[in-house]
């Protein structure tokens, strides 16, 4: 029997279990059947009408994305509107879209820990706080030490550098030592009052907002925005990468691929 799309749901699970989502999060199948045939994934971070035509017009089976197509409940599908227009698209195509969102950014070795790591922070522990223990590294943010204290303005250039941006934001005194990070992929507004209690110097996520700066400016706390889209679409090229590898360690032949061709839709001019 060929592989179908439980076959992945299952091989999804091990990545991020979804027991981790938030209580208001939309996660797991969003559209197709579990006994849809699948020999072609590619993993993207939005399920936009272009990321999703151009799915349809390659043959491919699944569609894993971070952000859910269906985020609220639906009162009704009309084709005329993006969202039913992309519903219409993939089942006429047979195509199925899969969406692993707080739970793959809670996950151990998920967004959280791949922005962390590629910053170099060691000794992660979870910035949110709940009734998780922090040392099982399942939760909302991270904060992590850097291996010798650096000014404020040299680490924000750093990563600006590591994350290859154009621009970045930053917030607070220029020569602010920074010895303890944190930080939070996505919009990490939420967390604000648990960097501000974490013994962190800088909180680096996006979607920051100026009484975020301010409330970090009055304790003199750093903050760096490097946007929503760049804290998150890291992960697409990661996870395509592991998925790949827990299916062929299955002997489950299945192509995976990352979408490379999307773009932040804000631009710096």
């Known amino acids: 029997m060929g592989v179908t799309v439980a076959d992945i749901i299952k091989a999804m699970e091990k990545i991020a279990p979804v027991l981790l989502a938030e209580q208001w999060d939309n996660v797991g199948l969003q559209i197709g059947k579990d006994d849809w045939p699948v020999k072609r994934i590619w993993v993207a971070l939005d399920p936009g009408p272009e990321v999703v035509h151009a799915a349809c017009s390659k043959n491919v089976n699944l569609l894993i994305t971070h952000h859910p197509l269906i985020f609220k409940p639906l009162r009704s599908i009309d084709f005329s509107t993006p969202t039913g227009a992309i519903i219409q698209m993939a089942t006429r195509h047979n195509l ?50 850097l291996d010798e204290g650096i000014d404020l303005f040299s680490f924000a250039q750093r990563v600006k550098e590591k994350l290859e941006l154009v621009s970045i934001k930053v917030s607070g005194r220029h020569d602010l030592l920074i010895k303890k990070v944190a930080l939070c992929t996505g919009s990490g507004s939420g967390l604000m009052d648990d960097f501000l209690s974490s013994g962190a110097q800088v909180y680096i996520s996006g979607d920051l907002r100026y009484h975020d700066a301010r409330a970090a400016e009055v304790v003199d706390l750093g903050l760096i925005d490097i946007g929503h889209f760049t804290s998150e679409h890291l992960i697409v090229e990661v996870l395509a990468g592991r998925l790949q590898r827990i299916l062929s360690e299955n002997a489950i032949e299945v192509k995976v691929e990352a979408f490379g061709l999307e773009k932040d839709p804000f631009m710096t001019l």
């Open 96 to 145: 199925a879209l899969f969406s692993a969102h707080t739970n793959l950014d809670k996950a151990k070795d998920g967004l959280n820990d791949v922005l962390a790591s590629k910053l170099g922070l060691k000794n992660l522990k979870v910035l949110e706080e709940s009734t998780e223990p922090n040392e099982t590294c399942q939760g909302l943010g991270r904060i992590g030490d």
